[in-house]
């Protein structure tokens, strides 16, 4: 028997404010499926709980992640690491879209995930590659991407040529 895997590990940058909502939304969303009065995440904002409820409704548990680090800086922003051997990052990558949209929060967040097996086996292996912003969560996993890539790389030869030619 084999066992398959789904794992990542990402640092990035938010408000204070917003990383210690972005906790409260994947604690809210992780509880749906219990009795409101059995769930623990307490003062929630309201924005969080429509926002968990209208999009992981489905997912009940899944956002729950192993490792949920907030380190607050004084300059009013804070690190998040995020990390999980069993569970993918597409709910990180939806909650962060809530987050990032709710707060009006400028740039961008790139995650990225491993498939794995615990034995060798044809196709069990590959990743997925998640784009946040305040506008749009875009997914792509390495099926998708072998598909494009011969397009990508004959841009990525003629934008190279042209910086190699003047």
Sequence with gaps: MANS???????????TEAAHDLEKLLEYA??????E???????????VKQYAESCFDDWY???????????????GTSTVWVADWETSAV?????????????DLPGKIYLQEAYTCSKLRVDEFG??????DKNEWLAMGTVELSRILPEVIEQMRENNGKKNNG
């Design 30 to 35: 992780s509880e749906l499926e219990q009795d």
């Design 61 to 75: 548990g899944c956002c729950s992640y192993e490792h949920f680090e907030i380190t607050d800086k004084e300059d």
């Design 37 to 47: 009065e059995d769930r623990e995440a307490t003062d929630v904002p309201d924005w």
């Design 5 to 15: 895997f789904t794992s990542f590990s990402v640092e990035f940058q938010l408000p």
């Design 127 to 132: 990743g997925g590659a998640y784009y946040v």
């Design 91 to 103: 709910y990180l990558a939806m909650a962060l879209f809530g987050v990032m949209h709710h707060y």
